[in-house]
C-alpha cells in the first residue's frame, strides 16, 4: 500500500480500535511477507507516520509518540 491510501488505512486502525474493545492486542510488523513487494512500514513517509502516531500511541502505552 502507498501514497495517501496508506496514511488513510493506518489513520483507519484508531477508530477500529475505539469500536472494537475487547481487542486486547495488537502486532504490527514492518517485515513484509517473503515474496512481496509490500511496504509495510509506518515510519517510510511522515504522512504514515503522523498518522500512526496520531491513531495508535493511545494503544501504546510503552510510546510517548515523540
Not at 517485515?31 to 500511541?57: C, E, I, M, Q, Y
Request: hydrophobic share 40%; with cysteine; proline share 11%.
Amino acid at each position: 500500500m502507498a501514497g495517501a491510501h496508506k496514511a488513510e488505512w493506518i489513520a483507519s486502525l484508531g477508530p477500529w480500535m475505539r469500536e472494537h474493545p475487547n481487542v486486547i492486542g495488537m502486532i504490527w510488523t514492518q517485515a513484509p511477507p517473503p515474496h512481496s513487494s509490500a511496504d509495510w512500514r509506518f515510519n517510510d513517509t511522515p504522512g504514515n507516520l503522523k498518522a500512526f502516531k496520531k491513531s495508535l500511541v493511545p494503544y501504546l502505552g510503552c510510546l510517548s509518540g515523540d
